[in-house]
Each structure stands twice: as structure tokens, then as C-alpha cells.
């Protein structure tokens, strides 16, 4: 079984520091993808950022980022200089087969999130 | 480009009857999958279709049921309501061979 677990329930950050939001794992698969999804109070889930567990390279998708750890079964993710408009929850996400694996991905197990709030 | 787009975006059942929320995925994705949100809590998998065939499963009972048309679009349904089946119901396409998922901005369905 996989599990995620995100153990900052909220964050207060001032507008234009970095954010790093932590996320460790669990899973028995060789072969996994890990997620960020952002949830501003809308209610949808907007992807930000993907790393598969074979990929060498920590990714990256502009002020995003994901320092992966495989030793440590962690997953963070760091945003640069914050602007207002990043409050919202934050999920990190883990699937248990990635794309080049074939058939596409399994569904995705989610953590409970970090409530994100950026003070100007 | 319309994304996922679920219907209706706000319901309102009373305990023991059924409900049928919709979705019709991404242009070009034909892979779709449903997620329950609870209050306060992360998404949780129900279930993924893949040309029309229920692909996978997760920890949800039998009274939650779904169906891909051959356009890819989806229905999710739940028989015989219960209170603790009140969240946000979410649904996620992706192309088949692709690592991201699309999310629609969900249905919350309220059970009294």
C-alpha cells in the first residue's frame, strides 16, 4: 500500500520568501510518480509539478521545484520568492506506475495537504 | 481549449436515495478517474476508466458505480446515500500514456 504524508497542517510565509512544503512516502513499488497538485478554494486541483521515481534530475516547472530524496522517501517542494496568489492547500501525491511503464498511471494516493498562506 | 468539466456543480440528496454526477474529460484524454475530498482531508481514489472498462479500483464499497461512453466521457454513481458520502467529488483525465492528471473543479454533493 502507498502513503503519503504531509505533516504541516498550515504555513504562514511572508510575500517573497521561499516556501518549501514537506512530503515524505511509503511504497513497496520500484517504479512511482510523485505529485504536487495546488487547491486554491475554487475546489480544483491544478497540477504543478512531477518527478518519476528513476528520474536522476530534481524537477523543475518555473518557480516550482521538487527536492527529491529517494533514500529518504521524500518529496518537497520549494516555492521561490511567493507571491500572493499562492495561498491555497497543497497536496503532494504519489502514483504507483509511471508513463513509460505502459498502460498510464494508476490512481493517485494524496496526503492531507498544507494550508498555504502568503502575507503581503 | 475546455478542460474537465463536471456536472452539476452543487447537489443536494436526502439519505437512502441515489445520485449520478458527470464528467466529460480533456480533448484528447481518454482515460478518466474519480476521487472523493472530504472536508478537511485529501482526495481519495474511487476508481479509473480506460476504454469503457472499470481499470482500477479503490477502497470504495459496491454502492459507488461508474460508466465511460464511447465519447470518454464518465458518470459516477452512488446508491443509497449515506450521510458520510457528503464531500467534493472530483474527476481527473489524462491521455493514456501520460503522467499528469486534469482535474475538474468537482461536484459537492451534500446528503441530509
Known amino acids: 500500500a502507498q502513503k503519503i504524508t504531509q505533516t504541516q497542517p498550515g504555513m504562514f510565509v511572508q510575500e517573497k520568501e521561499a516556501v518549501t512544503l514537506d512530503c515524505t512516502y511509503d511504497t513497496s513499488d520500484q517504479s512511482y510518480g510523485l505529485f504536487w497538485y495546488k487547491q486554491p478554494s475554487s475546489g480544483e486541483m491544478i497540477f504543478l509539478i512531477y518527478?518519476?521515481?528513476?528520474?536522476?534530475q530534481n524537477a523543475t516547472e518555473g518557480r516550482y521545484s521538487l527536492n527529491f530524496q529517494k533514500a529518504r522517501k521524500s518529496a518537497n517542494l520549494v516555492i521561490s520568492a511567493s507571491q500572493l496568489g499562492d495561498s491555497a492547500m497543497y497536496f503532494c501525491a504519489m502514483s504507483g506506475k509511471v508513463a513509460y511503464s505502459g498502460g498510464g498511471a494508476d490512481g493517485l494516493t494524496f496526503g492531507k495537504g498544507t494550508h498555504l498562506i502568503i502575507q503581503p | 481549449d475546455a478542460g474537465v468539466t463536471q456536472s452539476p456543480t452543487h447537489l443536494i440528496k436526502t439519505r437512502g436515495q441515489q445520485v449520478t454526477l458527470r464528467c466529460s474529460p480533456k480533448?484528447?484524454?481518454?482515460?478518466v478517474s474519480w476521487y472523493q475530498q472530504a472536508l478537511g482531508q485529501g482526495p481519495q481514489f474511487i476508481f479509473q476508466y480506460y476504454e469503457e472498462e472499470e481499470r482500477q479500483r479503490g477502497n470504495f464499497p459496491d454502492r459507488f458505480s461508474g460508466h465511460q461512453f464511447p465519447n470518454y466521457s464518465s458518470e459516477l454513481n452512488v446508491n443509497a446515500l449515506l450521510l458520510g458520502d457528503s464531500a467534493l467529488y472530483l474527476c481527473?483525465?489524462?491521455?493514456?500514456?501520460?503522467?499528469?492528471?486534469?482535474f475538474g473543479s468537482g461536484t459537492r454533493l451534500t446528503v441530509v
Open positions: 481527473a483525465s489524462s491521455p493514456d500514456i501520460y503522467y499528469g492528471y486534469t
Open positions: 480533448s484528447g484524454h481518454d482515460t
Open positions: 518527478q518519476g521515481s528513476y528520474d536522476e
